[in-house]
């Protein structure tokens, strides 16, 4: 059983691009009417269900506290979990994307969406979305109170006659009941961020311009010391303002300070809270790691080292006692008094999640942040924690054996790593590759699996061999002793009696000059593979050569990045524009719009096929 691995994913905190989430919303809707079923000529059809939430995303968070007994974080994707004091609840939907948050008590929030719509919590029910701003964008929200919120944002790109008009930014304000008319701030074109401590005073940034907001006419704009990437205010006379380059300047009701040094110039700044004039934390952008969080007590900047910090997207603090932050991969950590508890995963994190189905009634995802869930013929339970975040490939034979691998920058190197799993327990990583990227794998039994990309190696069941030359995207091993790897440019290579061949180039070089080989490879026997290219065709090994097959007559459409064949007469290809294709042994069939935008398609027999959401969500095609 296969899983392409998604080298993209163990590189960084990525996810998903907006696009695609539109696009799988769009798809959503007309499953939801029943439009979309995908079948094959000469096997039952199969029709796909709706999602099931397993592991829900929590992509691009932000948080907002009241207390320290009261704290409400949404995704970017619109699910919302509360914090307690001491855990946190469950999901809850809440029917926006998530571009701010404000809490003013623990009985209300206001939370806006990129897309200008906004949605309110009263006293533990989320309301319905409401629109605000549905011709422009709406960036950041602050509450004073219950009856009194801001939303700031921008007009989007004008065109014809109004393209050369000066775009002008937009507000709105929330009475307790419904939301103004978005109207215009004069001399500013666009507002990012906006912070209010009471509803006479509000203050709001652009690049490099302040405003401020009485409650009923904005000031004159005046120039910033820095573009701020963030802002917090304490009072009517204190807000810091931060930016990337690590500064941070403060405001005193009048006039701001000279920027001066917080943090290290890569650290990347990204977000501050202040609970007062005498004391603010600000933490930072960068890639995670053992990062620092950095603590303003009135005077000075200090450092704090929070474990495995780093990435961060929000915080918010509600006094010297309490802060909460959040990672963009579903992390969070609570600050108690300045020691920093361990990160708690709210969701699946960068919302991909890798999948592998040995059979109908066995499949194993795991997410970005190495948590795992089993489906067992009926439903999903959470599983084994694997220990490892950021893995990129996944293959499992049944669900007592499964194998996973990861790559990352190790000593100014790129390492790859794999981990198995017994049934019982995930192992500890182990290095197949160093230097060396591993970008797929692929396993037949518990003692027979191959991982290639910089090279090619083979795990026997306790060791992995040393890597042979090859540079591969993907690999796929239909039974023991023998696999086939395929490379971007039309080369393949074998393994069979005991060592790899190859490379041997499909045909002619020239015909993948325009349309190489994307990685989407699945083989049944020694004797049938098929191969995926970017636009439009399939090549079909027959144990001996490869034949080109037309898949899609629109070669300008979606590469095809995905294929499972169950039999030589039972294929089911994916590619990124969410559509799927039949093969019957002879031909594909044509391409039908599904629902399906990860790469891990699995279709073990020819009556059972399961894929992924970006949302954490899983769809099951199978017989009426």
Same mark, same amino acid.
């Given at each position: 059983?296969?899983?392409?691995?998604?080298?993209?994913?163990?590189?960084?905190?990525?996810?998903?691009?907006?696009?695609?989430?539109?696009?799988?919303?769009?798809?959503?809707?007309?499953?939801?009417?029943?439009?979309?079923?995908?079948?094959?000529?000469?096997?039952?059809?199969?029709?796909?269900?709706?999602?099931?939430?397993?592991?829900?995303?929590?992509?691009?968070?932000?948080?907002?506290?009241?207390?320290?007994?009261?704290?409400?974080?949404?995704?970017?994707?619109?699910?919302?979990?509360?914090?307690?004091?001491?855990?946190?609840?469950?999901?809850?939907?809440?029917?926006?994307?998530?571009?701010?948050?404000?809490?003013?008590?623990?009985?209300?929030?206001?939370?806006?969406?990129?897309?200008?719509?906004?949605?309110?919590?009263?006293?533990?029910?989320?309301?319905?979305?409401?629109?605000?701003?549905?011709?422009?964008?709406?960036?950041?929200?602050?509450?004073?109170?219950?009856?009194?919120?801001?939303?700031?944002?921008?007009?989007?790109?004008?065109?014809?006659?109004?393209?050369?008009?000066?775009?002008?930014?937009?507000?709105?304000?929330?009475?307790?009941?419904?939301?103004?008319?978005?109207?215009?701030?004069?001399?500013?074109?666009?507002?990012?961020?906006?912070?209010?401590?009471?509803?006479?005073?509000?203050?709001?940034?652009?690049?490099?311009?302040?405003?401020?907001?009485?409650?009923?006419?904005?000031?004159?704009?005046?120039?910033?010391?820095?573009?701020?990437?963030?802002?917090?205010?304490?009072?009517?006379?204190?807000?810091?303002?931060?930016?990337?380059?690590?500064?941070?300047?403060?405001?005193?009701?009048?006039?701001?300070?000279?920027?001066?040094?917080?943090?290290?110039?890569?650290?990347?700044?990204?977000?501050?809270?202040?609970?007062?004039?005498?004391?603010?934390?600000?933490?930072?952008?960068?890639?995670?790691?053992?990062?620092?969080?950095?603590?303003?007590?009135?005077?000075?900047?200090?450092?704090?080292?929070?474990?495995?910090?780093?990435?961060?997207?929000?915080?918010?603090?509600?006094?010297?006692?309490?802060?909460?932050?959040?990672?963009?991969?579903?992390?969070?950590?609570?600050?108690?008094?300045?020691?920093?508890?361990?990160?708690?995963?709210?969701?699946?994190?960068?919302?991909?999640?890798?999948?592998?189905?040995?059979?109908?009634?066995?499949?194993?995802?795991?997410?970005?942040?190495?948590?795992?869930?089993?489906?067992?013929?009926?439903?999903?339970?959470?599983?084994?924690?694997?220990?490892?975040?950021?893995?990129?490939?996944?293959?499992?034979?049944?669900?007592?054996?499964?194998?996973?691998?990861?790559?990352?920058?190790?000593?100014?190197?790129?390492?790859?790593?794999?981990?198995?799993?017994?049934?019982?327990?995930?192992?500890?990583?182990?290095?197949?590759?160093?230097?060396?990227?591993?970008?797929?794998?692929?396993?037949?039994?518990?003692?027979?699996?191959?991982?290639?990309?910089?090279?090619?190696?083979?795990?026997?069941?306790?060791?992995?061999?040393?890597?042979?030359?090859?540079?591969?995207?993907?690999?796929?091993?239909?039974?023991?002793?023998?696999?086939?790897?395929?490379?971007?440019?039309?080369?393949?290579?074998?393994?069979?009696?005991?060592?790899?061949?190859?490379?041997?180039?499909?045909?002619?070089?020239?015909?993948?000059?325009?349309?190489?080989?994307?990685?989407?490879? $699945? #083989?049944? %026997?020694?004797? *049938?593979? @098929? !191969? =995926?290219?970017?636009?439009?065709?399939?090549?079909?090994? /027959? &144990? +001996?050569?490869?034949?080109?097959?037309?898949?899609?007559?629109?070669?300008?459409?979606?590469?095809?990045?995905?294929? $499972? #064949?169950? %039999?030589?007469? *039972?294929? @089911? !290809? =994916?590619?990124?524009?969410?559509?799927?294709?039949?093969? /019957? &042994? +002879?031909?594909?069939?044509?391409?039908?719009?599904?629902?399906?935008?990860?790469?891990?398609?699995?279709?073990?027999?020819?009556?059972?096929?399961?894929?992924?959401?970006?949302?954490?969500?899983?769809?099951?095609?199978?017989?009426?």
């Amino acid at each position: 059983m296969t899983s392409r691995g998604k080298a993209q994913q163990a590189s960084g905190w990525g996810g998903v691009g907006r696009s695609r989430r539109r696009l799988l919303a769009a798809a959503l809707l007309l499953a939801a009417a029943g439009l979309l079923a995908v079948g094959s000529s000469n096997a039952a059809a199969l029709t796909w269900s709706g999602p099931q939430a397993v592991d829900p995303a929590f992509e691009e968070g932000t948080v907002s506290c009241a207390s320290e007994s009261f704290c409400m974080a949404v995704s970017f994707e619109g699910t919302a979990r509360s914090y307690d004091g001491s855990s946190w609840s469950a999901p809850m939907d809440v029917e926006s994307n998530a571009a701010g948050i404000s809490c003013p008590t623990s009985s209300f929030c206001a939370v806006i969406g990129s897309g200008g719509g906004a949605v309110t919590y009263h006293d533990g029910t989320w309301g319905s979305l409401a629109e605000v701003y549905a011709a422009g964008f709406l960036r950041s929200v602050s509450c004073a109170s219950e009856d009194f919120c801001v939303a700031v944002g921008e007009e989007p790109q004008l065109k014809g006659k109004k393209k050369h008009k000066q775009k002008m930014a937009q507000y709105s304000v929330f009475n307790g009941s419904s939301w103004s008319p978005v109207k215009g701030v004069s001399g500013v074109v666009r507002l990012q961020n906006v912070r209010c401590v009471s509803s006479t005073f509000c203050l709001a940034t652009s690049e490099a311009q302040m405003v401020t907001f009485n409650g009923s006419t904005w000031s004159s704009p005046t120039l910033l010391p820095l573009s701020p990437t963030d802002i917090s205010c304490a009072s009517e006379t204190f807000c810091v303002a931060i930016n990337e380059d690590g500064e941070g300047a403060t405001f005193n009701g009048s006039s701001w300070s000279t920027p001066s040094a917080i943090a290290p110039e890569e650290a990347g700044l990204r977000a501050i809270s202040c609970a007062s004039a005498s004391y603010c934390v600000a933490v930072p952008s960068r890639p995670p790691g053992d990062g620092y969080a950095y603590t303003y007590d009135g005077t000075s900047w200090t450092a704090s080292p929070v474990i495995g910090g780093g990435g961060f997207r929000s915080i918010s603090c509600v006094s010297e006692e309490f802060c909460v932050a959040l990672d963009g991969a579903a992390g969070a950590w609570e600050d108690h008094a300045g020691s920093w508890s361990e990160r708690t995963v709210l969701g699946g994190g960068g919302g991909i999640s890798l999948l592998s189905c040995p059979s109908s009634g066995f499949c194993e995802m795991i997410d970005y942040n190495g948590r795992t869930f089993s489906y067992d013929g009926a439903s999903w339970t959470a599983g084994v924690p694997t220990g490892v975040e950021a893995l990129s490939g996944l293959s499992c034979t049944s669900a007592s054996f499964c194998a996973a691998i990861r790559w990352n920058a190790k000593e100014r190197e790129v390492v790859s790593e794999a981990t198995t799993f017994d049934g019982s327990a995930w192992s500890a990583p182990s290095v197949i590759m160093f230097p060396g990227v591993a970008t797929s794998i692929s396993c037949a039994s518990a003692t027979f699996c191959a991982a290639v990309g910089s090279g090619a190696t083979i795990y026997n069941g306790s060791s992995w061999s040393t890597p042979a030359s090859a540079f591969a995207d993907a690999v796929s091993c239909p039974q023991e002793g023998f696999c086939v790897a395929t490379g971007s440019k039309g080369e393949f290579w074998k393994f069979e009696a005991g060592s790899w061949s190859g490379p041997v180039s499909f045909g002619k070089a020239s015909s993948f000059r325009k349309e190489s080989l994307t990685g989407g490879l $699945s #083989c049944t %026997s020694s004797s *049938f593979c @098929v !191969a =995926l290219t970017n636009h439009g065709e399939s090549y079909i090994y /027959n &144990g +001996t050569s490869w034949k080109k097959t037309l898949l899609s007559k629109d070669k300008n459409f979606f590469p095809w990045k995905s294929i $499972s #064949c169950a %039999s030589s007469s *039972f294929c @089911v !290809a =994916l590619n990124q524009g969410s559509q799927v294709a039949t093969f /019957n &042994g +002879t031909s594909w069939s044509k391409p039908t719009l599904v629902w399906l935008l990860n790469d891990d398609l699995n279709c073990p027999t020819v009556n059972f096929c399961a894929g992924l959401t970006p949302y954490g969500g899983v769809f099951f095609g199978t017989e009426p």
